[in-house]
Structure formats: C-alpha cells, structure tokens
C-alpha cells in the first residue's frame, strides 16, 4: 500500500467509526493499542527476532482470526492483561478499555493495521498520521484534549531559539502528547550531523517526561514511538508520577513546556455523601521560594529546579504569572535573581484550544548562586497587541513568528537590536526594559506593554466581522469556564 493510500484508509475509517458515536480520541486509542500490537509482531519475526514482551496467548496473531462476540471478548481480555506488564508496554496499555462496541468494525480496523508494514513504514509518515488525528481530537472542544496539544507553529518557534544541542537532556514535566520533544527531535535531526552515538543518545536518553493523566500518556509514548523516540522493548521515557509532589531526581540542560491551563493545582475525591469535590493542592517543597496552590507558579518553580546551572528553559505560561501578588511577587523577584530571564513573547488570543487563554513564553538560562541579579534585561516581543488569531480562520504559522525569531537572534542573543523607538518607531514590537525598572515596579510586575491598541482608538481598523465573531465566542465561552469553575467551588464549599 502506497503512503496516501493508508493515510487515506486510516481518516476514511475514522470517520465511519464517527458515525458511530466513537469520538477522534477513543479512535486514536484503539489505533494506538492495535499499531503497537501488529508492531511488536513484526519485530518478532526476522530479521529482527526481538522478544518485545508480549504473551503469546495476547499476540497480534491471536486478534487476526476472530470474528463476533469472540474477538470482542478476547480484546478486552487482552488489553486487561498488557496493562500490568512493565515498561513501555505496560504505560501503553494503562487502563486500557475497548471503545469499539461493533466487533465487526473492530475486526475491519484490524484488517487495515495488519494489511500495513509498519515498521517498514517511514518514520515521518507514522508520525503525520498519527498526528493529524492528535490534532483533530485537539478540536474536538468537548472532550478537554485541546489542553494537551500546543499550537506546533509556536512550540517550532520555541526550540528554533533555544536551539537545542546534541548529546544534552531535555525534558517537559507535563508533556502531553509529546509535541515539545517531536519538535525538538526534527530540530536537531535537520540542523545538526549526528553520528552513530549521536543517534543512540537522541533516541533513547534525550528526552525525560511526565504526564499523570494515563490516556494522554498513552498517545504521547506511542506518538513518540511512531517518530522513532523510544524502543518498542525499553523502558518508558515518561513518568505517570505528578512532577510537582517532589525535588527532581536529576537535572537536565533544557526544559521546554506548556503547563497545564487552570490557575489552581487540584485532586478531585469522592465525598461520604459520593459526591465528587475538589481540593486545593499545594507542595511544601523545601526548594520552593513561595508555597502556593497556584499550578503555573508551581511549575515555573519546579522547573527552575529542573535545570542544570547552565540549563535553559522555555515556557508558556499565563499572565497571572506576570503580575499576581502574594506569591507571584516572591517567585518573580527570585527568578529575576537567580535565572537570568532574558525574553518574553507576549502571545496574542485564538491560538490555544483552551478558550480565551492570555499566555506569554518565557525564556530563562539558570546562573550559578550569586550576589548579583542574574537577570541584566529583559526583552520583550509584543506579538499581541493588534494581533488576531482565530483557530479555523486564521490559525498561528510559523512564518508568524519569524520576525520575533530574527529579533531573538538565536546564533548570538547578546547581539539584539530594538526596533522599538519612542520617536522613530514607537509601534516597534522589540523592547527591553532594565532590571532596575522592572524590580521598581509595583509588585515587580512583569506585565508590560507599549504599545496602542488600534481597536481602542480607531473604528476604522477595526477586525474582520467573522474574527470579532469568534473573538467574542472564545470570551463567552471562557467566561462560562471560569463561572463554572466558581459554582463547582460554592456547592464544595457548603457545609
């Protein structure tokens, strides 16, 4: 089967199966669990011979024949049973349950994944299917899995300017599905020669991870599996463990990331009543500077832990982060201090499939301890303000992002060049502030902007009506979020 034929097979079932109420998501699922079978069978066979950890009883040769009720039973036995092996294996199969209710489309779906060569298959190929439908469930806005599918222009954008090196650790605390270190893994592919111990290192001991919710998991170990991350046989490279509870056992030379959206860190538990509330979390972790339940200043510190004293990081993070008081003020005086915070991307609305999320990037390089503040500027690149971005008209490019880019210089970024002017170009979107200024701001605010909104000032220049439509769809929706956030909290806290 040609490429196109078996990417085309592949969407044409999934949306016969949608038919059927099965959502992008559970299709991804059964996919995932039936690719790695039907894998782990070939790379049984010559020439490689490899003992990959399957029963033989749960073997891909075992779902082939089955047709009914049988092979419905026996699926659901197997995928029980993968899920207490060790290893990668046993993180694919974690709490595994079959979504396809009509076994005779179960048995047509693995008719297709066994008609395919998929070891053979090129990596990049594996990987573009499996990420298209990644992306597709990312839209898909009722079933929450937007939240772990970044924009891949921005997180392209992020690695080009850290620019990451051969034979170093990277790693992503809350890793989702992966998309931080596919990117970081093609940049390093293309922009560097890597010999055979170059490759080794990049494939098995490069990236470290974490992701607590199990599905999402699943869909990142096996979309990094498909682009060649990971041995089918090896251990996994992401932990379920919730990266916060805990001091990092090691430390690693970059940590690029989007935590999770939501402000406050959080389990939910069944009450004697069963009914299901939530509890406020907040780690007492001695290297902390500020004990707080809120998420991102929780990761921001954690992730400063991460780092070697030559690490660098890059983060998505949102604007509470820039300017909350309390604890806010603690972390931000102390990352000014100790890290050197050298840029922030103002990122404009419409390009998250979290509605009505206001985020920025910051990048920061760890200092060894010091008297003196690490941080000597910091500069910033408003790519928000008169900005527009919606997701199905005007979804964020790459070539977007290529200004700020060529201004962050990645080659050399102590060799920066404003191309904000207070006469000659005051709607310059490159500006940095010293620290001395940033420190006397109120509560060292780092929300800053220069720059006048057009749609403030100027009815003429206003959006198209469809942007402002959608525009006004992602407010309402995100306002409903956050009531609903607000109500969930006073029934929890009745007495």
Request: proline share 4%.
């Amino acid at each position: 089967m040609t490429t196109d034929t078996i990417i085309s097979k592949v969407w044409s079932f999934c949306t016969t199966l949608r038919d059927d109420g099965v959502g992008y998501g559970d299709y991804l699922e059964q996919l995932t669990y039936l690719i790695f079978l039907k894998m782990a069978d070939e790379y049984g066979r010559p020439p490689y011979k490899r003992d990959v950890g399957v029963p033989k009883k749960f073997s891909w040769a075992t779902l082939r024949p089955l047709k009914g009720a049988e092979l419905e039973v026996h699926y659901v036995e197997t995928l029980r049973a993968l899920g207490t092996e060790k290893g990668m294996l046993g993180q694919i199969f974690t709490k595994a349950q079959n979504k396809i209710t009509d076994p005779a489309k179960l048995a047509r779906l693995i008719e297709m994944v066994d008609a395919t060569d998929w070891v053979m298959l090129d990596s990049d190929v594996k990987g573009d299917i499996y990420e298209g439908i990644l992306e597709k469930n990312a839209e898909d806005t009722k079933s929450g899995a937007g939240q772990y599918f970044t924009p891949r222009a921005l997180i392209a954008a992020m690695v080009e300017c850290v620019a990451p090196e051969p034979g170093k650790t990277i790693a992503d605390p809350a890793c989702g599905t992966g998309g931080f270190f596919l990117a970081a893994y093609d940049y390093l592919v293309k922009t560097h020669p890597l010999n055979k111990q170059d490759k080794a290192f990049l494939k098995n001991k490069t990236f470290h991870g974490n992701e607590i919710v199990a599905g999402t998991r699943r869909l990142c170990l096996m979309n990094l599996f498909l682009h060649n991350i990971g041995e089918i046989d090896g251990e996994s490279c992401v932990s379920s463990a919730d990266a916060l509870v805990a001091q990092p056992s090691q430390t690693v030379d970059y940590v690029l990331a989007n935590p999770p959206f939501g402000k406050k860190s959080s389990m939910t538990f069944t009450n004697e009543e069963g009914e299901q509330e939530k509890d406020d979390l907040t780690y007492n972790r001695q290297d902390f500077w500020a004990t707080t339940s809120n998420k991102q200043l929780n990761f921001l510190q954690h992730i400063r832990s991460m780092l070697k004293t030559t690490g660098q990081a890059a983060v998505v993070l949102p604007d509470n982060v820039l300017f909350e008081g309390g604890a806010g003020e603690t972390v931000r005086k102390k990352l000014l201090e100790t890290t050197e915070l050298h840029t922030i991307l103002r990122l404009p609305t419409g390009i998250f499939y979290a509605q009505g999320v206001k985020a920025n990037v910051l990048f920061f390089d760890n200092r060894p301890a010091s008297k003196a503040a690490a941080t000597k500027e910091v500069w910033y690149y408003d790519y928000r303000t008169n900005i527009h971005h919606t997701l199905k008209r005007s979804p964020l490019r790459l070539e977007d992002l290529r200004e700020f880019i060529t201004c962050y210089n990645p080659a050399n970024r102590h060799k920066r060049k404003q191309t904000w002017h207070a006469e000659k170009n005051p709607e310059g979107r490159w500006r940095k502030f010293g620290y001395d200024e940033l420190v006397s701001r109120d509560k060292t605010s780092l929300d800053l902007f220069w720059l006048k909104d057009d749609s403030l000032a100027d009815l003429d220049n206003l959006p198209e009506p469809a942007d402002l439509a959608d525009e006004i769809i992602e407010n309402i929706e995100a306002g409903l979020s956050s009531f609903r956030n607000v109500a969930a909290a006073l029934v929890s806290a009745r007495p």
